[in-house]
């Protein structure tokens, strides 16, 4: 059974940086894709960033530049490395756990990590 648990998020000034992390269980980790995704108040979820089982990343264009997505396969964690923050970056960070087809784009599945909160403000 594949199980996800973030953490890391927490208040931050802009500009600060903050590093997410997302642990996963089972062994499909090494074998799938992994997301993450933000819902802000109000908002539908955005996907922010993605990394393949061969370490291929993709950004959101509000957020290429700033954040850098990886991955641990021996931790069976994902992370998502966050800089130079805004507040319009505020918002619960999920993390899931998906595939990708022939031209990078990627799937979601309905493992889905319980969120972590990340606030920017001063």
């Known amino acids: 059974q594949v199980q996800l648990v973030e953490s890391g998020g927490g208040l931050v000034q802009p500009g600060g940086s903050l590093r997410l992390s997302c642990a996963a269980s089972g062994s499909i980790f090494s074998t799938n894709a992994m997301g993450w995704y933000r819902q802000a108040l109000g908002k539908g979820r955005e996907l922010v960033a993605h990394i393949s089982s061969g370490g291929s990343t993709n950004y959101a264009d509000s957020v290429k530049g700033r954040f850098t997505i990886s991955r641990d396969n021996a931790k069976n964690t994902v992370y998502l490395q966050m800089n130079s923050l805004k507040p319009e970056d505020t918002a619960v960070y999920y993390c899931?756990?998906?595939?990708?087809?022939?031209?990078?784009?990627?799937?979601?599945?309905?493992?889905w990590g319980q969120g972590t909160h990340v606030t920017v403000s001063s």
């Open positions: 899931n756990a998906g595939y990708t087809d022939n031209r990078g784009r990627y799937y979601d599945t309905d493992y």
